[in-house]
C-alpha cells in the first residue's frame, strides 16, 4: 500500500518502476541487484543503462542525472 493508500500488486513493489505517486515502492529495496546493462538508482529502482547521464530525469532521486554528467566524456 502506498502512503496516499493506494494499493499496488505485490509483485510491482522493488520492480525498477515507480508505481506509488512518492516512489516509495522503490525506496527501500536493500540488496536489490539491477539486471545487466541496468543502472541502479541511489534510493532504489533499476534504468537501462543508456539512461543514464541522458539529460532526462528516470530515478525518482536524480542519481541517474548529477552534476558530474555534465563534465562526462561522450
Request: charged share 30%; hydrophobic share 20%; net charge negative.
Amino acid at each position: 500500500m502506498c502512503s496516499d493508500m493506494k494499493c499496488i500488486d505485490a509483485d510491482k513493489v522493488c520492480d525498477g518502476v515507480f508505481d506509488c505517486d512518492k516512489a516509495e515502492d522503490e525506496m527501500s529495496c536493500a540488496g536489490q541487484s539491477c539486471k545487466e546493462g541496468e543502472y541502479q538508482c541511489t534510493k532504489g529502482g533499476c534504468i537501462n543503462g543508456t539512461s543514464l547521464c541522458d539529460g532526462v530525469i528516470d530515478c525518482q532521486d536524480e542519481s541517474d542525472e548529477t552534476p558530474a554528467c555534465s563534465k562526462s566524456c561522450v
